[in-house]
């Protein structure tokens, strides 16, 4: 039972160029985030879905794309990469709808943009 | 707006001695108050869930406390190990997907 695994674990882009950030969890969850991270700042949310089928916007959506491809997987895209989006990004799962239920993350995307 | 603070941002300890985190928030509607630990390099470790005023819940060296604006995260005899960023984060009221963090204590425990 991996729990939520992402990749890369680091990649450096240069400015204007796309990737695409790898989650997937083996818990059957339904719900799957995708955070950034950085100093002194809380994780923020970019974009969420709720369940397989569905995304919606975070906090700071702007310049990112996500796809649920089935409902293990939830995928972050770059179309353009830029400076601003250096930061550690975390993908999380949650399953079920219960107030009492948390969110398990995964190890963490180290993205740098020059 | 929902916010999430915490302090100290920084906070170095003892081995043994026994000290306090806070976690301040407001929020249109509680639905779920959430602490986690986080190592270097690593994702957030999930702790406690606390949902209602009064409520606590322990685990080994650690008890997590729920007023109407506030949480504490009190740590009883630390040691080394104990050693992490602790974040405190908030799930508010409307689409129930928001969850609001702080940005969270880092605790260093010296032997």
């Known amino acids: 039972n991996a729990g939520v695994t992402q990749t890369p674990k680091f990649q450096v882009l240069k400015t204007g160029q796309s990737m695409t950030l790898q989650c997937a969890q083996d818990?059957?969850?339904?719900?799957m985030y995708w955070y950034r991270q950085d100093p002194g700042m809380g994780l923020r949310l970019i974009y969420y879905?709720?369940?397989?089928?569905?995304?919606d916007k975070g906090e700071v959506p702007n310049g990112y794309n996500v796809s649920r491809l089935n409902k293990r997987e939830f995928s972050l895209r770059l179309e353009s990469a830029a400076p601003s989006q250096t930061s550690v990004y975390f993908c999380?799962?949650?399953?079920?709808?219960?107030?009492?239920?948390?969110?398990?993350f995964g190890p963490g995307t180290r993205l740098t943009v020059l | 707006e929902d916010q999430v603070t915490q302090s100290p941002e920084a906070l170095r300890l003892q081995e043994g001695e026994s000290s306090s985190l806070n976690c301040s928030y407001t929020?249109?509607?509680?639905?779920?108050l959430f602490w986690y630990r986080q190592d270097p390099g690593k994702g957030p470790e999930f702790l406690f869930t606390l949902y209602s005023a009064g409520e606590e819940k322990e685990k080994e060296r650690l008890k997590a406390t729920l007023t109407k604006k506030e949480s504490f995260l009190h740590i009883t005899a630390p040691k080394p190990e104990d050693s992490a960023t602790y974040l405190c984060?908030?799930?508010?009221?409307?689409?129930?997907?928001?969850?609001?963090f702080g940005p969270g204590t880092r605790l260093s425990v010296l032997p």
């Open positions: 879905s709720a369940s397989e089928g569905t995304t």
């Open positions: 999380a799962s949650r399953g079920g709808f219960s107030s009492y239920n948390e969110q398990f």
């Open positions: 984060a908030v799930q508010a009221g409307g689409y129930g997907q928001n969850f609001v």
């Open positions: 818990m059957n969850h339904n719900s």
């Open positions: 929020v249109s509607g509680l639905r779920g």
